[in-house]
């Protein structure tokens, strides 16, 4: 499975950002995909992550700004990120899973590269 990470940039705070990540190859495999940032000097952190029926998982400190959802037929999941702050500066990995793996508790089998999420003045 190959993920393709794209969409991110320079948005100012309180601004929108979406990002998307298309998956190519065995994607029948695919039970859970989300994404993971990384921002300098942080731990990496699970942002989001969305089974294929829908359920879906947030961290706190995303909650209510940030939206995960997922085209199946397309093989695409999506991040729209609203009212961004500069605290959600950071890089932003795609991930994909074989199981049902809301809350990353097992290593996911399957990263994208990372696009950047800049929020700043």
């Known amino acids: 499975v190959q993920l393709q990470a794209s969409g991110g940039g320079l948005v100012q705070p309180g601004g929108s950002l979406r990002l998307s990540c298309a998956a190519s190859g065995s994607t029948l495999r695919i039970a859970t995909m989300g994404w993971y940032r990384q921002a300098p000097g942080k731990q990496r952190e699970l942002v989001a992550a969305i089974t294929s029926g829908g359920s879906t998982n947030y961290a706190d400190s995303v909650k209510g700004r940030f939206t995960i959802s997922r085209d199946n037929a397309k093989n695409t999941v999506y991040l729209q990120m609203n009212s961004l702050k500069p605290e959600d500066t950071a890089v932003y990995y795609c991930?994909?899973?074989?199981?049902?793996?809301?809350?990353?508790?097992?290593?996911?089998?399957?990263w994208g590269q990372g696009t950047l999420v800049t929020v700043s003045s």
């Open positions: 991930i994909a899973d074989g199981t049902r793996n809301l809350y990353g508790l097992r290593t996911y089998d399957y």
